[in-house]
């Protein structure tokens, strides 16, 4: 497992705390800050349908559980690259060793 | 249309004066508890001013605790703590040096916008800030300003229709220990241009001296009640609300909730 945290400033803060096994699927995500979200509880759900994602069309289908979230402070579309390009960066460091 | 006519329809807002004190745990529940209320028509809209004895610091429903607060200091100084249901940032809430405000109101006209409802509740704020004589300015999303430096933030959940925004006024905290219970990221510090917390934030005593809490509770009422164009009235909690904040406060003293994240 490899766990990989990245803080992100927005007009508010965020960290992503991510946890990869060995063949790259996310098997945790915490998505933390002093943002907000209306409703709250689509935060938990995205890092739910994140959970399992190996592949760049599951993060961004995972992201679509925020189309009727409003996001303060946070820029979701750049978010949602930052989780995709981990994912990438874990496959390609996995396809050099 | 002439208003003449149509005349603008004033908001009625019942106003609590909640000043003598109670804990963390318990003034979270009864923030939760009018906006559940609030929701089932079994209170008006409600504008709560009060102050946390003693004092403590919550954190926003997003953060992870053990990386917004100094939780050694705070355990070490029996600082009470526990999560918002309304996201932000981490708050110090010095008993004598801080007021909180919570209302409860309708998602409607221009409140159902989310950034336009932070301005127009937090104009409440620099309204009464500039009457105090500090020039304030709301910063979007949620802070107030003087100088450039931080003196109020506030923070909003919405439930079924209704919202509760609730937030702070710093008129005497002890900057000292503020800086001690909270950890701000380096990266936010650098953003806003400062090295430390401490830079960042401002009380209306260093700007315009010692100031009676009276004073303050009154600028603020009549603030928001001039940003809301409300029409006030002053009332005191129900037992059913006291009865509601109680079924809830378990929830903010336990360890699940507060270490969630």
């Given at each position: 497992?490899?766990?990989?945290s990245?803080?992100?400033?927005?007009n508010?803060t965020?960290?992503l705390?991510?946890l990869?096994?060995?063949n790259?699927?996310?098997?945790?995500?915490?998505?933390?800050?002093?943002?907000f979200a209306y409703?709250?509880?689509?935060?938990?759900?995205?890092e739910s349908?994140?959970?399992?994602?190996?592949?760049r069309?599951?993060i961004?289908?995972a992201?679509k559980?925020?189309v009727?979230?409003?996001i303060?402070g946070?820029n979701?579309?750049?978010?949602k690259?930052?989780?995709i390009?981990?994912?990438?960066?874990?496959?390609?460091?996995?396809?050099?060793? | 249309?002439n208003?003449a006519?149509?005349?603008?329809l004033v908001?009625k807002?019942r106003?609590?004066?909640?000043?003598?004190?109670?804990?963390?745990?318990?003034q979270m529940?009864?923030?939760e508890a009018?906006?559940?209320m609030?929701?089932r028509?079994?209170?008006p809209?409600?504008?709560?001013?009060?102050?946390?004895?003693p004092?403590?610091v919550t954190?926003?429903?997003?953060?992870?605790?053990?990386?917004?607060v100094?939780?050694?200091?705070?355990n070490?100084?029996?600082?009470?703590?526990t999560?918002?249901?309304?996201?932000?940032?981490s708050?110090?809430?010095d008993?004598?040096?801080?007021?909180?405000?919570?209302?409860?109101?309708p998602?409607?006209g221009v409140?159902?916008?989310?950034?336009?409802s932070?301005?127009?509740?937090c104009?409440g704020?620099?309204?009464?800030?500039?009457?105090?004589?500090?020039?304030?300015?709301f910063i979007?999303?949620n802070?107030?300003?003087v100088?450039g430096?931080?003196?109020?933030g506030?923070?909003?959940?919405r439930?079924?229709?209704?919202?509760?925004?609730h937030?702070?006024?710093m008129?005497a905290?002890?900057?000292?220990?503020?800086e001690?219970?909270?950890?701000?990221?380096?990266e936010?510090?650098?953003s806003?241009?400062?090295?430390?917390i401490?830079?960042r934030?401002i009380?209306?005593?260093?700007?315009?001296?010692?100031?009676?809490l009276n004073?303050?509770?009154?600028?603020l009422?009549?603030?928001?009640?001039?940003?809301?164009?409300?029409?006030v009235?002053?009332?005191d909690l129900?037992e059913?609300?006291?009865n509601?904040?109680s079924?809830l406060?378990?929830k903010?003293?336990?360890y699940?909730?507060?270490?969630k994240?």
């Amino acid at each position: 497992m490899k766990q990989v945290s990245l803080i992100l400033r927005y007009n508010k803060t965020v960290k992503l705390d991510v946890l990869l096994s060995e063949n790259c699927v996310i098997k945790d995500i915490i998505i933390s800050g002093d943002f907000f979200a209306y409703p709250e509880d689509a935060i938990e759900r995205l890092e739910s349908r994140i959970r399992e994602c190996s592949s760049r069309v599951c993060i961004e289908e995972a992201f679509k559980e925020l189309v009727n979230t409003t996001i303060l402070g946070v820029n979701v579309e750049d978010l949602k690259n930052r989780v995709i390009l981990l994912l990438e960066d874990c496959k390609k460091s996995q396809n050099n060793s | 249309m002439n208003s003449a006519v149509f005349p603008v329809l004033v908001l009625k807002l019942r106003v609590i004066l909640d000043l003598d004190g109670r804990d963390v745990y318990w003034q979270m529940a009864l923030d939760e508890a009018l906006l559940l209320m609030r929701t089932r028509g079994e209170v008006p809209n409600t504008l709560r001013l009060y102050r946390f004895k003693p004092s403590a610091v919550t954190i926003g429903y997003f953060q992870k605790i053990s990386e917004a607060v100094n939780l050694e200091f705070l355990n070490e100084n029996n600082i009470p703590y526990t999560r918002r249901i309304t996201g932000g940032g981490s708050v110090y809430h010095d008993t004598n040096g801080e007021v909180t405000y919570s209302i409860v109101l309708p998602v409607e006209g221009v409140l159902t916008d989310v950034l336009e409802s932070y301005r127009v509740i937090c104009s409440g704020l620099v309204h009464a800030l500039r009457k105090l004589g500090a020039p304030a300015e709301f910063i979007p999303v949620n802070d107030v300003v003087v100088y450039g430096r931080k003196i109020s933030g506030s923070a909003q959940t919405r439930r079924s229709g209704y919202l509760l925004q609730h937030g702070t006024l710093m008129y005497a905290t002890n900057l000292d220990v503020l800086e001690k219970t909270l950890i701000a990221p380096r990266e936010k510090l650098e953003s806003k241009g400062v090295k430390s917390i401490r830079e960042r934030v401002i009380t209306l005593r260093d700007i315009i001296g010692q100031v009676d809490l009276n004073t303050i509770t009154n600028s603020l009422v009549e603030g928001f009640s001039r940003a809301l164009n409300a029409e006030v009235y002053y009332d005191d909690l129900s037992e059913r609300e006291l009865n509601m904040a109680s079924e809830l406060v378990d929830k903010y003293r336990d360890y699940k909730w507060i270490f969630k994240r």
